[in-house]
T-cell receptor, first 109, second 111 residues
Framework: GIQVEQSPPDLILQEGANSTLRCNFS?????LQWFHQNPWGQLINLFY???GTKQNGRLSATTVATERYSLLYISSSQTTDSGVYFC???????????FGTGTRLQVTL | DAGVTQSPTHLIKTRGQQVTLRCSPK?????VSWYQQALGQGPQFIFQ???????QRGNFPDRFSGHQFPNYSSELNVNALLLGDSALYLC??????????FGSGTRLTVV
């Protein structure tokens, strides 16, 4: 099956800093989503982005499908951005969403 | 527009017992997927239901079974509970190959 790797695994930022999270995948994908999991376990959809670039406030994402990677940019980070960020893909003929290993982000004052 | 609803939110069961978790999909979504997330790990795919049939299954034993009803809602059943079944169980709904929407999850503790 398709493999999804995320980097870095852990990230500590001071409030106001910018960061870039990366997601690499091993095969072509039909769907790619970025999620933020809050401390209560809720997976919140940030972007549905199988290709191209999207922006939503301080967050933006870019997927380069031909090179099999996606980037999530967080600008002017806030403490509420803390949590785990997951990349998940739907590849080939599969109907299941496969998750990456996650990036744990901690934003400090 | 209601999102994905899961019940119960928390559950404590004893080893060997059976448990049923419930999920109502987002309006307009006809496909339901179940995931298990152990502490500190990413969600692992259990199975997916579409048109009341299991469409795809992950690497989980037969103790894990499910059902989808005509209104697209779904249940996850786990028999003969083990301590290792303690986890957050997440339900997601989707339509065709549209994006997935996840519920808040059911946190199961097996003692």
């Amino acid at each position: 099956g398709i493999q999804v790797e995320q980097s870095p695994p852990d990230l500590i930022l001071q409030e106001g800093a910018n960061s870039t999270l990366r997601c690499n995948f091993s095969d072509s994908v039909n769907n790619l989503q970025w999620f933020h999991q809050n401390p209560w376990g809720q997976l919140i959809n940030l972007f549905y982005i199988p290709s191209g670039t999207k922006q939503n406030g301080r967050l933006s994402a870019t997927t380069v499908a031909t090179e099999r990677y996606s980037l999530l940019y967080i600008s002017s980070s806030q403490t509420t951005d803390s949590g785990v960020y997951f990349c998940a893909v739907l590849g080939g003929t599969a109907s299941k969403l496969t998750f990456g290993t996650g990036t744990r982000l901690q934003v400090t004052l | 527009d209601a999102g994905v609803t899961q019940s119960p939110t928390h559950l404590i069961k004893t080893r060997g017992q059976q448990v049923t978790l419930r999920c109502s999909p987002k309006s307009g979504h006809d496909t339901v997927s179940w995931y298990q997330q152990a502490l500190g790990q990413g969600p692992q795919f259990i199975f997916q239901y579409y048109e009341e049939e299991e469409r795809q299954r992950g690497n989980f034993p037969d103790r894990f079974s499910g059902h989808q009803f005509p209104n697209y809602s779904s249940e996850l059943n786990v028999n003969a509970l083990l301590l290792g079944d303690s986890a957050l169980y997440l339900c997601a709904s989707s339509w065709d190959r549209d994006g997935y929407t996840f519920g808040s999850g059911t946190r199961l503790t097996v003692v």
